[in-house]
């Protein structure tokens, strides 16, 4: 039953061949891409179903023997935390697959791409060794650099050094895992990376090199201008929620080098790893207040909340028991990325409507009514309705900041608050009549396709706040 672990791994890049061989200029990709995610995510159900079934800890592995005489077997492993993630992400992948307009839907290679990039973080979350997590880790950014060169994007020197910076990235994990091998024969578990007998000295200049790795995935001020300007430019919803999947590569390296506890060679360095976590928090938030677009303060949204959980990681897994934080780090991102997803897409569409009738974007909502209910919505949960296991979970988290430290509690409360009404501000504007002309009132709404499609997504969320899996059975 666990060989689940293998087809999950297989089904992105057999829908990637199969991409491959469909016409140009026809939707055929595009099906086969929409398809693949729906076979994806009923797999991934099935294995919630077979680990509900599990004694404790409940836990799923299936080994691949490599290369035996080297005793290097590959690691397929999984935990309700990691299953999470992945049906959070194939979710919200699905959900951009859904905001496509039809003329990018015959777009051949950008499904292709998706489906390769696809195949790449399934590998990275079903990783349970160094080497298997290092291939998904430095391989990705290969689609994900041609997904968003393909949105044509204008600032080619931005994604260049956006590339590069991650590269950088790449080669430092690199070093590590080689300098690491020197004191361990065969294949290393990732939970096992930890308690490694090494050095003092090499042993900080390994987890500084998994660190800084993982570290060049997040966007942390000063860096965080690559991401963001990039975001700024991508006019495509999928392109753009899979280039917001990066950040949680690297969150979900840490829980994964850190699930038993965190290097102690490292954790003198903490202290300022939190206060950069702090600082980035506070600047990127003050940017999106000074930017007017939604969707940049959309982004910035999405990066305090990363920061957020990293830093629950950091400072949480010592006074809480570490599997209990990341239980509720994960119910948290799973209805984070369902919602910011959904976001991304009604905004997105909502422009290309303004766009074509040449109307002002401020505004737009008002003659949309429909979309403008669905878009509260979404906007309210994100910003903590109580009506999501999103609300709970970043509740518990919180507020277990603030018995850790009553000013760093303030200080997030404060980012955190500080964002939230910049996001409930310009939602008010795009609702405001004032900004509007007679002419204007042309706007398509919401189709009636898309309208059934995002109140099935508003039941998932709805049903999380009672219990976060009411999905398995």
């Not at 309210?380 to 018995?403: H, K, Q, Y």
């Amino acid at each position: 039953m666990f060989d689940l672990l293998l087809i999950l791994l297989i089904i992105p890049l057999a829908g990637c061949l199969f991409a491959l061989t469909a016409r140009k200029n026809s939707a055929n990709a595009f099906r086969v891409a929409l398809f693949t995610m729906g076979t994806g995510i009923f797999t991934i159900l099935r294995l919630f179903a077979t680990l509900k079934m599990q004694s404790e800890p409940p836990h799923l592995q299936y080994i691949i023997n490599w290369f035996a005489k080297a005793d290097v077997n590959l690691l397929l492993s999984v935990d309700y935390f990691s299953l999470l993630l992945l049906l959070g992400t194939y979710v919200a992948l699905v959900i951009g697959l859904v905001g496509l307009s039809a003329e990018i839907r015959r777009q051949k290679s950008l499904f292709v791409l998706f489906l390769y990039f696809v195949w790449h973080i399934t590998g990275l979350l079903l990783a349970g060794d160094m080497i298997l997590f290092y291939i998904f880790f430095a391989g990705m950014l290969i689609p994900l650099f041609m997904l968003i060169g393909h949105d044509q994007i204008k600032k080619k020197s931005t994604l260049y050094t956006f590339f590069l910076f991650n590269f950088g990235g790449v080669l430092l994990l690199l070093i590590a895992i080689l300098i690491a091998y020197k004191y361990y024969s065969g294949n290393l578990q990732l939970h096992e990376f930890v308690l490694m007998k090494m050095p003092k000295s090499t042993n900080r200049i390994v987890w500084s090199g998994v660190c800084l790795a993982l570290v060049s995935r997040i966007p942390i001020w000063p860096f965080h201008y690559w991401l963001s300007t990039l975001g700024a430019n991508i006019k495509n919803p999928l392109v753009y929620i899979i280039t917001n999947l990066l950040p949680l590569t690297g969150l979900y390296g840490f829980m994964r080098f850190w699930q038993l506890s965190i290097a102690k060679s490292i954790l003198p360095y903490m202290p300022a790893v939190v206060a950069v976590c702090l600082v980035t928090m506070f600047v990127i938030a003050l940017i999106g207040i000074a930017h007017k677009e939604f969707l940049y303060k959309l982004f910035t949204y999405m990066t305090i909340f990363y920061l957020l959980f990293l830093l629950a990681e950091i400072l949480l897994s010592s006074v809480l028991l570490a599997g209990t934080v990341q239980m509720n780090i994960a119910y948290s991102l799973f209805i984070f990325l369902i919602v910011t997803s959904s976001l991304v897409v009604l905004d997105m569409r909502m422009e290309r409507e303004c766009a074509e009738k040449k109307c002002d974007y401020r505004g737009a909502l008002a003659y949309m009514p429909k979309r403008a209910r669905i878009f509260a919505f979404f906007t309210l949960v994100a910003l903590g309705l109580p009506i999501s296991a999103m609300f709970w979970n970043n509740f518990i988290i919180i507020s277990s900041l603030f018995r850790f430290s009553f000013l760093i509690g303030v200080m997030v409360m404060t980012a955190i608050g500080l964002i939230s009404v910049s996001m409930l501000y310009e939602l008010y504007v795009m609702r405001d009549l004032k900004s509007h002309i007679d002419n204007e009132r042309e706007i398509t709404d919401i189709s009636r396709e898309s309208l059934l499609f995002f109140t099935v997504v508003i039941v998932v969320i709805i049903l999380s706040f009672f219990n976060p899996l009411w999905f398995v059975v």
